[in-house]
């Protein structure tokens, strides 16, 4: 690939090289040779010489005649080297000098000199030595110069003499000189002075301007002088805007015109105005200027007969070159002044003394707010001017408005609303002004806003939104608070028009407001609209929670207010209200209570501080706890008189402890009162083995008590002899403690070492009820015991008592305790509602359990009782098998070994399974339709209708994406009752349903009894698919996955579905059937049945045909060897194709399936089992809930077969069929493809050529002259046109496109009689519809002005046209133009034709048809459409994010698949079962296995296709993360809100101001100067539109810019490919006229870039390497190529129009700007074909359309979008056969000479009558009077009159 600074290098080498040799060659041009002269009679002088070797431009003649002559020189064509001197005298000697011209340069002179012979004229040479004569006579061409006799105007009239002349860059430097030299010859000829004739000139281009004044030079040297230094000023073509700026300009008193001198204008100009040019020029002649036009070259004869004044043999000239305008100087100065003469004598004849008067009837109207129009009749006279004098009547400066006599009315704008104003008309006359007209008006008040919301509203902002208002310059809210306070600042706020919703923040909580808005208009502000609201109260905390509750503390936390909070304040009460104590906090959400006082209930309440204040209060209670007792009281140290206890402090604030003990069983109590700090004490003075309870109370700060615990000990017994030598100790247990308390159950544990004890006895008896003791003995070894069955929250009193080896008892101690409540579960809770289930959740007891019962059941319907147990360990249970949207009671109770606990209760409903929102539509006697607001998740659907009189029934299933369902072959005046079942996945919700009654039958007129048929052994048609016209494939998944028995299940869906049509064959639907696997085979075609009971024979018999599944192959054989012409496929027909298939495609679908929808195609898919629904949205057509159906298996197919059937019929009806428009399928009609329109058929079509269109990706045809396509109507419109449609057309107009009015479209009756179409005048620009109503009546509809007027100005425009019942509504570019009634349409007969372009006046026996560019053009069957579109064409106003790709886009992939397409709609069925967890995606697996053998062949057929590694359907997306599918997780809580943003600061409000006066509208600035010329350059890329200025005051309206719309963007690609072939052509063309491309002269050469047709596009290059291709399509008609090698060099074509010269831009495309205003078309139009080119480079064979072998791998390509497959290749050959160059410009020349050798009858057509009258064609009579400006051909070359060589002129009635 050449780098960037290769290809910099080869653009620019050519460039400088040929400045290179322009530098060697100054100064060397070549001279003439051979100079000869020829007497050829007494008074005539032939000169002649040879052409130099060289190039140059011109010679430069100069010669003198001596004696008494003066130096002549005149400059001549470099094709003519002969001058013929008509005013020769035999006497004189005749010097001359011929010299070449090249730019600025000149050769040396070719000199010689013809001596004086005496008068002789033998017809010999006469020359000098060296100088021979060849010619025997003078050709035609020679250039005449005449010395002498010139014209001069002798009369004693005088004019003023205004010449405008053309100084556009296509005139060219060389000749404007020439036409310096003529208007010096047009000067020479009056007599010019101050009091004489006076003579002003203005040149023009692009812009008018006045290079001097008809009173500017008093002498005519002066003028001459002025003439000699006439500047060249180039730019475009306006003619008719200076033809304006002429009569508004120079025929002005203050311009030097005078009263009552002959007013002459004299137009001189060299090609086509690029504006209309027919009323300025009528303006001139209505006031009294007569008007000459002058043509040269490549002038339009019919502009210049439109200028001129009558008759147009004396007023229009033509000349075929520059070089000869001097020829026309006599004819012209005599013809002028003649003119004056006549006009002098009619102005004294008609000079009457000038009447004087006021103007009459003052009348006012179209009163706004801010103008009205005032009208009046003319006033008596010549009323120069009317002066409109007006003033408010109260106060106010007086105003004026001036307009031209002419004038009858004026519009005085920028007025005060509701304010009278008082006006006075004067009419102004050359030398008095006459008495005023007086009157009075007052304006309208200002347009007010209507409504006024106030909404989305909080505690301190609103948001106020109002309608806009028209024409506003802004909106001013104020607002208030409604207080009693006379304070109060109202605030203001002004937005620009634009806004409509504005917030108010900073306002006052809870108070009410008042908005006022009001509609600026400037400083004007119009009637109030007012609203009031309240704003909310500032927002509390909520959730307020008590946690960590002791005795003297309290934990508190709340949720947090979501924004604007500074902190909070705290208050909290003791409940008896004495002590009251608060704090204020942060931002924070908790806060520690300390200091309570216990068993104490408080009152806590928090407030939100905002800076606007504090909130209300958020309250709550709560009782602290009582004061804890000591901890762990305990004994130790036990003697015979004493013992310890020891304790720990249970707080923190106790100061005392009271501690007792007494006998358990009785007597003295002693107390003793301890420090706060102390923790133990020991007893003394006890009695020995006596059981002792000491008790312990805890005193705190606040003087309150805790609750006494105690314990009991036994001292020890004294020491007893046992025997004289032995005594033993008995002793007390220690530390007996009671843990591990149960519902049943308790432990007992203690401790003792002596090693005299045997066992222990336990024994214990509860404290309450039956007290009846039990007891257990344990080991002496073992310290512990465990009592139960205890009785639940029961105080029992446990004793230990040691047992020694001697039997006794030690002594007993004893201790209390109790067992735990049968505790219920806490915190019950609901979670993960879904449409049949839901989870209930709860927190375990503090008791430990055995389980839990869940028992529910339905509140509120019928329903099972319900009750499952779980384990002690399971805390969540998820119930199942609910009904959907059902309330159910719940209820959990724990469970015990010894009982049950109470239930806790919790009420949860489930989701409702069914839709919303469900009505009846399009009821009819016999059919009823249902629609309903879809649920989101929802599978299926289940629709069924039931007759509640007879119980008919009918049921279908639908997709979850169904939103409407229609049922036939009801019974009239029925009652039905519809109901819907909504299924997702296994599970169904209950039914909806809705009741509605059919319509009565009509009554039916009597007929005969039928007469008695055999049952029909056809299936009947159904009533939706009797209209049904198409061609329908199917296409059917044959591969193995399928089976002998679904296969066969397939066949008897296909027999059924097809037996639903009505006529089958060529005059109704076509079927064809193709079955695939790892290919494709064509059951039968569509051409191959012709009825009904063939079609089905033919399905039964379709045989299995196995193997792989590759569905993309399948579908693109579908598309090449089905829908073919040569299969049966019909144009203009829909094509419906439906696909059936159970797995995934194991290629690329998508590819040639959005092909086949972009050609399109109405695609239908149909999947079962394995199916992939992504795959099968991008398979069809859009919407998919009508192209795509979705069943669990083939046993199902049922369910859809009729929703399909109707679909598929729907589509294809003849009426409206279903056609792809903006990527969705729409009933309507492709008239492109019906007229043959399209790249594979327009090449058959004569005189239709291809040309890029609107973007270089969009095809565009060209209609040429006389091309008349048509089609029959029978074939575009079997069934006639629908009652409402719209007409969609994108077509340009050309520069050749003729001023009569046409008929872009039209259909015609049998008899030629125009029924329905659409009408384009290209004259008086309008739009017109006509067709015949409902009684057969014609009517028309013409649509005219600003908008319409866009059409006509040479670029591509949308048009939409809808018609309806009532009105016809035209839409330009989408824009609105206008909407007019009109009456029901009648239908149309279908035995004519359809035509495109026709001429309204064609004559003779062959019809004309006009040229224009038509790109698109639909008729689509909805009034809605041309709201719709978004005109993506226009480049003005494409919008990519809201447009489809271009056609032929190209993406920088280097994959051939497109972008992900739209989220599809929700998936199929869900994973089916037996298939196994979902795994990851890995790689692919493994083949199936292999099938069993089969009875032939070496192996059997490949084994089942494996499953799709995912059967969740959906669209495609990124890979699924692995694992099974789990369920539904449960609802997380809701999260606390967020803190929202800061509000933005308010600025100061300013204090209002008063209103100021009105200013005065502003001038309008004058337009920007023409930018420099530069040299003629190949088209580059169209810069990007401006950016659209800020709207102006209302002005007049202005003239057509110079910039036209905005053009194709062009791909750098286009860019380099331009640029390498225009280099070419500048070598080899224009390699030795150096200085003509230096100098910027446009040179007449053999070849002109400028008419050098675009280069062919540049070859895509390689992309990255691909797998190996199936066969490609026949590709579609090439692009012509290249010239071929054999071509010789051509003569340079004409010069086509001017253009703007301008240097090639250069860089990449710009950003879109903004949409501006229509421009004019582009100052070039297309010139006419050229002869054969030079050489090109050798063009490569043309290749057929069969597939072609895969190419090489090549290096990444490179991606330019535009140059993809554009068509910016020049416009296309026309194609072969044609006959006529339709492309080429009307040329007068031909024309006059050339009449075809037709004498044509000239007779009226019949059907002229039918439309509109404007439209019929005139009389002769009629045409010598100018009626309507419409004119026929020319039907003899006599018509024409020729006059000296290259100069015509005519008759007013001829149009060449």
Known sequence: MLSARQITWSLWTPLVLLLLISHLAQGQVPPPRRLRFKVLSPTKLLISWKEPKGDFDSYLFLYNSTPGGQQREIIISKSDTKVLITDYSPLKDYTVSVLSVSGGEQSRPLQGRHRAEGGESDGEDKTQAERLTESAGPPEDDNEISGVGQFVCHTEAIADIVILVDGSWSIGRLNFRLVRMFLENLVDAFDVGINKTRIGLAQYSGDPRIEWHLNAFSTKDAVIDAVKNLPYKGGNTLTGLALTYILENCFKPESGSRLGVPKIGILVTDGKSQDDVIPPAESLRNAGIELFAIGVKNADENELLSIASEPDNTHVYNVADFNIMSSIVEGLTKTVCEQVEQQENDIKQNHLPEKTGAPLELVTSEVTARSFRVSWSHAPGNVEQYRVLYYPASEGEPQEAVVDGSETSAVLQHLHSLTEYQLAVFAVYANEASEALRGSEITLGLPAVTTLQLLDVTHSTMKARWNSVEGVSGYMLLYAPLTDDGDVVEKEVKVPDTVTELELDGLTPRTEYTVTVYAMYGEEASDPMTNQKSTLPLSPPTNLQFSDITHNSAHISWAPVPRGVKGYRIVWIKRDGLVREEVELGPDNSYDLSELTSLMEYSVAIFALYKEGQSEA??????????????????????????????????????????????FTGGDTKEVVLSGIDNRYTLTGLSPSTEYEAMLTAVFRDESESDTVSVIESTLAETTTIATTTTATRQAVRNLLLHDETTQSMEASWELQDPHVESYRVSYAGLRGNRREESVLVPGVQMRAVLQPLLPDTQYKVTVTPVYTDGQDGISVSALGFTLPLLSPRNLRVSEEWYDRFRVTWDPPESPTVGYKIVYQPINV???????TVGDDVNSMLLLSLLSGTEYSVQVTASYPTGQSEPLLVNAKTLFLGVSGMSTYQVRPNSLCVQWQPLLRATLYRVSIQSTLNGQRQEVSLGGGASRQCFYDLTPSSQYQISIHTQLQQMEGPSVSITDMTLPAPTQAPTELPTTEPPPTIPPAKEVCREAKADLAFLVDGSWSIGDDNFMKITRFLYSTMGSLDLIGPDGTQVAIAQFSDDARTEFQLSSHGNKEALLEAIQ?????????KTGRAIKHVKESIFTPEAGARRGVPKVLVVLTDGRSQDDVNKVSKEMQMDGYIIFAIGFADADYGELVNIASKPSDRHVFFVDDLDAVKKIEEQLITFVCEAATATCPSVLMSGNTMAGFHMMEKFGLVEKEYSTIAGVSLEPGSFNSFACYRLHRDALVSQPTKYLHPEGLPSDYTISMMLRLLPETPEEPFALWEILNKDDEPLVGLILDNSAKTLTFFNHDYKGHFQTVTFEGTEIKKIFHGSFHKLHVTISKTSVKVVLD????????????????TDGVEILGRMIHSRGRRDHSAPFQLQMFDIICSTSWASRDKCCELPALRVEEQCPSMPHACTCSQ?????PGPSGPPGGPGIRGARGDRGESGVTGPQGPVGEIGPSGPSGPPGPQGPSGL?????????????????????????LPGSSGSSGRDGPPGARGLPGNSGPQGRQGPPGPVGAPGAPGAHGPVGSAGTQGDQGLPGPSGTKGDKGERG????????????RQVCEQLIQSHLSRYNSILNQIPVQSATSVRTVPGPPGEPGRRGSPGPQGEPGPAGRPGFPGASGQNGRPGERGLLGEKGERGSPGIGSQGPRGQSGPPGLPGEGRTGSQGPPGRPGNPGTPGRSGNPGAPGAAGPPGYCDQNSCLGYNVGVQPLPHGAVQPYNQPHDPAAVAYDNGGEDEEEEEEPYYRGYPPQYYPQQPSQLAHGHNGYHSRPGHSEDREVRSPGIGRFSRGVVV
């Open 862 to 868: 019928p329903g099972p009782f319900s009750e499952t």
């Open 1608 to 1619: 194709d963007v062009q791909s750098q690609a286009a860019v380099r490919a331009i640029a």
């Open 1101 to 1109: 018999r379709i045989r299995y045909k196995g193997g792989n599944t």
């Open 1455 to 1459: 994959e051939s698949k497109g972008p």
């Open 1374 to 1389: 989408c824009s609105a133009v206008g909407e007019k009634s009109v009456r029901a349409a009648g239908n149309i007969t």
């Open 1511 to 1535: 059967s969740i359907q959906g669209p495609p997306g990124a890979a699924g993360g692995k694992g099974e599918r789990g369920e539904i997780g449960p609802a997380g809580q809701m999260g």
């Open 618 to 663: 958020l309250t709550d209670r709560f009782i602290t706890t009582p004061v804890p007792g000591p901890l762990d009281l305990r004994s130790s140290n036990v003697g015979t008189d004493s013992f310890q206890v020891s304790w720990d402090h249970s707080a923190n604030d106790i100061v005392l402890y009271r501690l007792s003990w007494a006998p």
